[in-house]
Each structure stands twice: as structure tokens, then as C-alpha cells.
């Protein structure tokens, strides 16, 4: 199946980081589909997420979290939106910048679900462009021209906000999809990539060093 037929979820969390005694845990989700290879910016998902009002937030987690955190000491937990969740997350692929930490605080919910496949745009750009000097998701946004629409699409949002950084994934895929070369690749050919170029321009740009 062409990547670009399929509807997809693009999707981050924000979390509060690991502190002694105390697991990650997200306080923000942000959805976004895409759907023909374009973002669907009127199909978004946006909402706070319950986290007690005890527990310590990591001191280098990215976001805005301190300036609402009774905001978010009020908002539901996560699990707890399941039924309104599975529409996004079951029969269709997923897509993360470093997918791993939305992987697991999905999984953690839908524990008799197989959700995904997984799509992670850092994957599939360390393989695009290996050489660039990052693959952040906050550097790769105005490296490809995204920077303007993006904020029309999240006005007043920056990175570190859930559906600012949900909306920048998915535009970072549409943008490839745009392209001769990649129009035509299958979602099975995009699980399969591995940026072995990157890993061997680092290896070498360390030994340089």
C-alpha cells in the first residue's frame, strides 16, 4: 500500500520527564491526520492530561508545564480518554519524531491493542539527509520552509507543545511525499528504512573530532 493512501496519526505527547520515585508521565497529547499524503489540520486533537498535584516535574522537561500546572492537576488521565482515543489509534499507522516515548505512553493505554505501525520522521530524515548538523525537530521545521505554515496552523504555539510538535511530523512526512522519489514509496518500505549513511557520518565526523 502506497504511504500516501493511507490515513495516518500523527501524534506527541508532553511529559513531565523521570524523577527520582516517580515514572514519565505525559501531561499533553496533540494529534493531527493525514490523509492522501496532506495534513488534515481541521482533524486535530489537543487536550491536557491529568498528572497529581505531588509529584515533580524533571527540571530539564521541555514545555510550558509550570505555568499551568493546576490546569493540569485537573485534566483527566490519560487512560481515562480511551473512547475517544481508539478512532485515532487502532487500524491505522502512527507517526512520531523519535517515536519511542509515544510508543510506550500509547501501549501503556491500549493493552490489549496492537496499535501502529510506527512511522518516526527522524528515522526516515537521518536517512533522507544524513549529513545535516541536526535532526531535531525544532531544527528541521524552518531547515525545510515549515517554520510559516506551521504557525498558521498552531497560532500561538512553539515546540514543546504537543500539537505544534504533532502538526510539524506530519508536514515534515507530507513534504517527502511531495517529492518524485518518495511519491511512490509503501508503508511497508518506509518500516524498513535504516539510516545506516547517518550512523556511518557520524561515526566518521567523531573520529575527525
Known amino acids: 500500500m502506497l504511504l500516501k ?11 513531565t520527564g523521570v524523577c527520582e520515585g516517580y515514572p514519565n508521565e505525559p501531561w ?3 494529534m493531527v491526520e493525514l490523509q492522501n499524503g496532506k495534513v488534515r489540520i481541521s482533524s486535530c486533537y489537543d487536550k491536557l492530561l491529568g498528572v497529581d498535584a505531588d509529584r515533580p516535574f524533571n527540571p530539564y522537561a521541555p514545555g510550558e508545564y509550570h505555568k499551568i500546572r493546576e490546569e493540569i492537576e485537573a485534566s483527566p488521565q490519560l487512560a481515562s480518554l480511551w ?7 487502532l487500524g491505522r499507522p502512527m507517526l512520531a519524531h523519535n517515536a519511542s516515548v509515544e510508543r510506550g505512553f500509547v501501549n501503556q493505554v491500549a493493552l490489549i491493542h496492537q496499535v501502529g505501525p510506527w512511522i518516526d520522521t527522524l528515522t526516515i530524515y537521518r536517512y533522507a539527509y544524513p549529513t545535516l548538523p541536526s535532526h531535531k525537530l525544532e531544527d528541521l521545521v524552518p531547515q525545510f520552509g515549515l517554520l510559516e505554515r ?4 498552531c497560532p500561538g504555539k512553539e515546540a514543546h507543545d504537543a500539537l505544534y510538535d504533532a502538526v510539524a511530523s506530519a508536514l515534515l512526512l507530507e513534504i517527502l511525499l511531495e517529492k518524485e522519489n518518495w511519491a511512490k514509496v509503501t508503508l511497508d518500505q518506509i518500516l524498513k528504512l535504516s ?5 556511518k557520518y557520524k561515526k566518521q565526523e567523531s573520529k575527525d573530532d
Do not use: H
Open 28 to 30: 499533553q497529547i496533540g
Open 195 to 199: 539510516p545506516q549513511a547517518y550512523y
Open 150 to 153: 506551521l504557525q498558521s496552523f
Open 5 to 15: 493512501d493511507c490515513t495516518i496519526t500523527a501524534i506527541d505527547f508532553e511529559s
Open 83 to 89: 473512547p475517544e482515543l481508539q478512532a485515532w489509534w
